[in-house]
């Protein structure tokens, strides 16, 4: 079931992708209830879930992981392979730091728990639809265990933050906020090789290897606070 898009221009377009059908019920009747939101479309699996973002092009879209057929982390890469602009939000129960950084090395902007969807799921739209990253408390608190085992364990990287050029630290932040190249182009008024170039800088300069690894190291460094 599907919303004629003229009707919801002013809205955030959202698209359920869970397998349980009584939850994407439930979800629904929550979201089309705020005056920002409509749910635009639904998928029981992964393969449909891909399908149906490609067709309805929704602002978010709410994934699940464990689905059939394709899992949700498969899912969100080829989103964010196909539509980069999209937003896709994970909505899970694992609490698990490797779900999680699996999540966000797909492209995903927000990790967050099931059983917390009634008191935080509308807020985590509303932020993942604004260009900026969305973690639960249980998630954040996933985080900084895996950052206390790094330290613990003597593998924490050299903090070169001091390093960086007042550009660098600024692409570092909007990269953190889950803005893509040409986005942060736009903002900063040059070009996405430009930003391209730097963002090679920051992660050679912070010995950092992917956006998952960028993501914790703002987060530790407060960059990602309002």
């Known amino acids: 079931m599907t919303t004629p898009t003229s009707q919801i221009s002013d809205k955030i377009r959202v698209l359920l992708a869970?397998?349980?059908?009584?939850?994407?019920?439930?979800?629904?009747?929550?979201?089309?209830?705020?005056?920002?939101?409509?749910?635009?479309?639904?998928?029981?699996?992964?393969?449909?879930?891909?399908?149906?973002?490609?067709?309805?092009?929704?602002?978010?879209?709410?994934?699940?992981?464990?689905?059939?057929?394709?899992?949700?982390?498969?899912?969100?890469?080829?989103?964010?392979?196909?539509?980069?602009?999209?937003?896709?939000?994970?909505?899970?129960?694992?609490?698990?730091?490797?779900?999680?950084?699996?999540?966000?090395?797909?492209?995903?902007?927000?990790?967050?728990?099931?059983?917390?969807?009634?008191?935080?799921?509308?807020?985590?739209?509303?932020?993942?639809?604004?260009?900026?990253?969305?973690?639960?408390?249980?998630a954040q608190s996933m985080m900084v265990g895996d950052y206390l085992q790094r330290v613990k364990a003597g593998g924490e990287e050299k903090d070169s933050y001091n390093d960086l050029t007042e550009r660098e630290r600024e692409i570092l932040k909007l990269v953190a906020e889950g803005l893509t190249n040409n986005q942060i182009a736009e903002k900063l008024i040059i070009s996405p090789k430009t930003v391209d170039t730097h963002r090679t800088h920051v992660m050679d300069k912070l010995n950092l290897h992917s956006r998952a690894e960028l993501v914790k190291y703002a987060m530790r460094r407060g960059l990602l606070e309002d």
């Not at 639904?42 to 602002?59: N, Q």
């Not at 935080?120 to 973690?135: C, D, K, M, N, P």
């Open 18 to 138: 869970d397998d349980h059908t009584i939850l994407r019920a439930g979800l629904r009747m929550m979201l089309n209830a705020q005056a920002d939101i409509s749910v635009v479309g639904e998928a029981s699996d992964g393969r449909e879930a891909v399908r149906e973002t490609e067709r309805l092009l929704p602002d978010v879209v709410i994934m699940d992981i464990t689905m059939p057929d394709l899992n949700g982390i498969e899912a969100t890469r080829s989103i964010k392979r196909a539509l980069p602009d999209v937003k896709v939000l994970m909505l899970t129960m694992h609490e698990n730091e490797g779900y999680l950084f699996q999540s966000l090395r797909a492209g995903a902007s927000g990790y967050m728990m099931k059983e917390a969807a009634d008191t935080e799921l509308i807020q985590a739209i509303r932020t993942v639809q604004s260009g900026r990253f969305y973690l639960s408390p249980a």
